[in-house]
């Protein structure tokens, strides 16, 4: 890893580490309280748990921007105990179950806090019906094993329906600057976020700026739906992760690991406003900062719901390029998520009533 990376990956390698399924998100919330310059912010909360950094302008009359990183992980639920002792799963966001299998499953009681390790559990292929061999694992096949041998047994180490159920994957340093790590949707964009807020901190800009860790995206852009109903922004960005489409067997697609953010033309929740994306590219080309288009076919993010604020705001979802999205370790270039700050830093620098009213605002 290039040393100019290295304070980039540890704050990255923190997030990852944190243990926050949708609902559950606070203590993301906490680690980016206490990494952000918080003095240089008016911080507030909405009633489903985003937290919300407000850094306003000294101007009055200015346009308003929001940035939105989700702070929540895919995992699981325990639904029910079977009797002889496994837990049955609800999913908490969209995993293939075939990710998970035979990894290390951690169940962490709602009401005590205890943590249990076991093992996503399977059918050896030893036992396992020849026609099931090629066959992808359902969500209602998958469960976790503790060790325990009885529904009873599970009772009494005070393991109930609705605890969480985390995935479990290490960091690890790729070669290329590349990371890789648990919940690295969207803790990438979270820590874009940090860093972000960081170089605006004590600069006095010429718009209204709302950074945002929002909730529950992974089960349907909740988060975003409530805090873009109190700020009620002007221009606002999703910051989240998408896929790399450079491995063996992808189907062709834009975004690579290690050639800066892409920026979404397209995809099933929005179509971004042109005019919004024309000034993100002027300002990569003139600050040397890689960045491009791509069109995702389906899938969407927080920009879904900004979109909708009052009287309608213009949007766009600025992406870091993941592999493996939503298992234990999913990858992410360094370069990228640099990118994805550098950007979003120099628009909110250059951002002003005079640039929204002569290139965004509809006359």
Request: net charge negative; with cysteine.
């Amino acid at each position: 890893m290039d040393k100019k990376y290295e304070k980039l990956a540890n704050r990255l390698a923190k997030y990852m580490s944190i243990e926050a399924i949708s609902r559950f998100e606070e203590p993301v919330a906490q680690e980016l309280l206490a990494n952000v310059k918080a003095s240089q912010f008016e911080v507030s909360r909405d009633n489903f748990g985003s937290i919300i950094f407000h850094k306003k302008s000294k101007k009055n009359d200015v346009p308003s921007v929001m940035l939105a990183a989700h702070m929540d992980e895919v995992g699981y639920m325990v639904k029910s105990i079977a009797d002889n002792g496994n837990i049955l799963l609800t999913t908490i966001g969209g995993v293939w179950p075939s990710v998970v299998i035979g990894t290390k499953a951690t169940v962490v009681s709602n009401t005590t806090g205890k943590r249990f390790e076991g093992v996503f559990g399977h059918t050896s292929i030893h036992i396992m019906d020849r026609d099931k061999m090629s066959v992808a694992l359902k969500e209602a096949d998958l469960f976790v094993d503790l060790g325990f041998a009885s529904k009873k047994e599970v009772q009494e180490a005070g393991i109930e329906i609705g605890d969480k159920v985390f995935l479990s994957g290490e960091t690890i340093q790729f070669a290329n600057n590349i990371i890789g790590g648990k919940a690295m949707d969207n803790r990438a964009g979270v820590t874009a976020l940090e860093f972000i807020a960081n170089n605006i901190a004590d600069l006095d800009l010429d718009c209204d700026v709302y950074l945002v860790g929002t909730v529950q995206e992974e089960v349907g852009t909740r988060g975003a739906k409530t805090s873009v109903s109190i700020i009620n922004p002007d221009v606002a960005f999703a910051v989240d992760t998408g896929a790399a489409h450079d491995t063996t067997g992808c189907k062709p697609g834009t975004p690579v690991l290690g050639k800066g953010v892409s920026l979404l033309v397209k995809d099933g929740g929005t179509l971004p406003d042109p005019k919004l994306l024309a000034i993100l590219m002027e300002i990569s080309k003139k600050n040397d900062i890689p960045a491009y288009k791509y069109v995702a076919e389906g899938g969407g993010t927080d920009a879904a719901e900004l979109q909708y604020a009052q009287g309608g705001a213009s949007v766009m979802t600025i992406s870091i390029p993941q592999r493996y999205l939503h298992s234990p370790i999913g990858a992410c270039s360094l370069i990228d998520i640099q990118a994805t700050i550098d950007l979003m830093t120099e628009f909110l620098k250059s951002f002003s009533k005079k640039v929204y009213d002569e290139k965004i605002a509809y006359k």
